[in-house]
C-alpha cells in the first residue's frame, strides 16, 4: 500500500465515522443495553482519527490540544459531578467508563472541528 492510497484511505474514514455516529446515536438511546455504546464509540474514534486531505504540522497540533483539553474537561466534570452527588445536589454521576469515553470523543471532536473551520489562517496576511 502506498503512502497516497493510505492518506486517501485516512480521508475517507471521515465519512464512516459520520456514518457510525448517525446510527450509533439513536441506538444509545433508544436500547438499554450497555454494548449498543460501542457504535457510537467507534464512530467517535474513527471521525477523530481520520484525516484531512492535507495534513499538516498545524492539523495534527490541533487535533493533539483537542484530546489534551477533551480529557481534562471530562476529567473534570467527572469529579465535579462525583461530589455534587455525594452531596446529593446532582442526580447524574458518570457510572460507566463508555460514557466517559463517549464524553472524551465527543469533545475532542467537537474541539478540533470547531478550532478547525472557525480559525483564520494567520499564514494568509
Not at 493510505?6 to 450509533?24: D, E, H, P, S, W
Not at 474513527?46 to 471530562?74: C, G, P, Q
Amino acid at each position: 500500500m502506498t503512502t497516497k492510497m493510505f492518506t486517501k484511505v485516512l480521508y475517507y474514514q471521515k465519512f464512516i465515522g459520520i456514518l457510525l455516529i448517525a446510527i450509533g446515536i439513536p441506538m444509545s438511546i433508544i436500547s438499554k443495553s450497555p454494548e449498543s455504546a460501542k457504535v457510537l464509540i467507534f464512530g467517535l474514534f474513527t471521525l477523530f482519527t481520520s484525516w484531512d486531505r492535507i495534513m499538516d504540522e498545524r492539523l495534527l497540533s490541533l487535533k493533539m490540544t483537542s484530546i489534551y483539553l477533551a480529557i481534562i474537561v471530562s476529567y473534570v466534570f467527572k469529579m465535579i459531578s462525583s461530589e455534587l452527588v455525594k452531596q446529593q445536589i446532582f442526580s447524574y454521576e458518570l457510572t460507566s467508563i463508555n460514557h466517559f469515553i463517549i464524553m472524551v470523543f465527543a469533545v475532542a471532536n467537537v474541539t478540533y472541528y470547531s478550532r478547525l473551520y472557525f480559525s483564520t489562517n494567520k499564514g494568509d496576511d
